[in-house]
């Protein structure tokens, strides 16, 4: 069965710092992922996703994520945290021909001024 | 464009009472899902719409039902509520729905049932 796990539920950063949020997936074939972020009070909205091909993809407001298939990991990275990064991140996995996505639990993100 | 909108954006229930969450897109997209936000569970699917004319249940489906009224409006009804049912509920489109492409959320429903 598909599951996302995120294993941080907070995280606390400076802003300035670099930021790493973990996600892990078990999925048999190759899954398409995403990464949505949530602001407080707010919708989610994509900030990248991975089909195939580069498995480093680039998304908005500056945030990238590695597709590494040996670890079934999708882990978001950003080199320069921002005050206004601070929101709740959800990794997320689809698959060609289902119309469900699994969301993982997310990882709700303070910065530090 | 307008994207996904929700009405309403708050309301509050009394246990048994009934309502009706509505969804509207405005893409042309063809896909359309109703989520639950719980504290520390993520998002999980209740019902979604793959194409106009069908429905099929998801993850939590109980105590839901929902109508595709045509292909730009999806709508949630609860029949009689439950404190159980308390959480923020949100509406997605996508283009196909065929898991590959990514979903448009709305800014959701915060319900509250006493």
């Known amino acids: 069965a598909q599951s996302v796990t995120q294993p941080d539920i907070h995280i606390t950063v400076s802003e300035g710092a670099s930021l790493e949020l973990r996600c892990n997936y078990s999925y048999g074939a190759t899954p398409y992922l995403f990464w949505y972020v949530q602001s407080p009070g707010q919708g989610l909205q994509l900030l990248l996703k991975y089909f195939s091909g580069d498995t480093l993809v680039q998304g908005i407001k500056g945030f990238e994520a590695e597709f590494k298939r040996s670890q079934s990991s999708f882990n978001l990275r950003k080199p320069s945290v921002h005050w206004s990064d601070a929101a709740e991140y959800f990794c997320?996995?689809?698959?060609?021909?289902?119309?469900?996505?699994?969301f993982g639990t997310g990882t709700r993100l303070k910065v530090l001024a | 464009n307008a994207g996904v909108t929700q009405t309403p954006k708050f309301q509050v229930l009394k246990t048994g009472q009934s309502m009706t969450l509505q969804c509207a897109q405005d893409m042309n997209h063809n896909s359309m899902y109703w989520y639950r936000q719980d504290p520390g569970m993520g998002l999980r699917l209740i019902y979604y719409?793959?194409?106009?004319?069908?429905?099929d249940k998801g993850e939590v489906p109980n105590g839901y039902n929902v109508s595709r009224l045509n292909k730009r409006e999806f709508s949630l009804r609860l029949e009689s509520a439950a404190p159980s049912q308390t959480s923020v509920y949100f509406c997605?489109?996508?283009?196909?729905?065929?898991?590959?492409?990514?979903?448009?959320f709305g800014p959701g429903t915060r319900l509250t049932v006493t």
């Open positions: 997605a489109s996508s283009d196909s729905g065929a898991g590959d492409l990514e979903q448009y």
């Open positions: 719409s793959a194409s106009e004319g069908t429905t």
């Open positions: 997320a996995v689809g698959a060609s021909g289902t119309y469900k996505y699994i």
